[in-house]
Nanobody
Framework: QVQLVESGGELVQAGGSLRLSCVAS????????MGWFRQAPGKEREFVAG????????WYPDSVKGRFTISRDNAKSTVYLQMNTLKPEDTAVYYC??????????????????WGQGTQVTVSS
């Protein structure tokens, strides 16, 4: 089992920045591809960013590319999501997720075995 705990979500004005953190415990963090997803009210959960277990590869959808950066510190068993130039449409609950050594279809939720409880990000206009 892998336990994931997100933090860092809060209310921020449009154009601002936030950094989310997700701390993992339970198994070898460096064996897991990590992903960030988000779910806005009334919408399906969507992929936001992914990073391979080595940190050598990252993936983003076009909606956040250039604004969001995912990174990881395997020594701290932590994955981060730096979010810049936030927009009201970024408002959502953000979840981190873990998938054992996945490099394909990292945008797909079914690839992830473990999920955190989520952290709320609200961007005011």
């Amino acid at each position: 089992q892998v336990q994931l705990v997100e933090s860092g979500g809060e209310l921020v004005q449009a154009g601002g920045s936030l950094r989310l953190s997700c701390v993992a415990s339970g198994r070898t963090f460096s064996d897991y591809t990590m992903g960030w997803f988000r779910q806005a009210p009334g919408k399906e959960r969507e992929f936001v960013a992914g990073i391979s277990w080595t940190g050598g590869s990252t993936w983003y959808p076009d909606s956040v590319k250039g604004r969001f950066t995912i990174s990881r510190d395997n020594a701290k068993s932590t994955v981060y999501l730096q979010m810049n130039t936030l927009k009201p449409e970024d408002t959502a609950v953000y979840y981190c997720a873990a998938s054992y050594r996945t490099r394909r279809n990292v945008r797909a939720q079914y690839q992830y075995d473990y999920w955190g409880q989520g952290t709320q990000v609200t961007v005011s206009s």
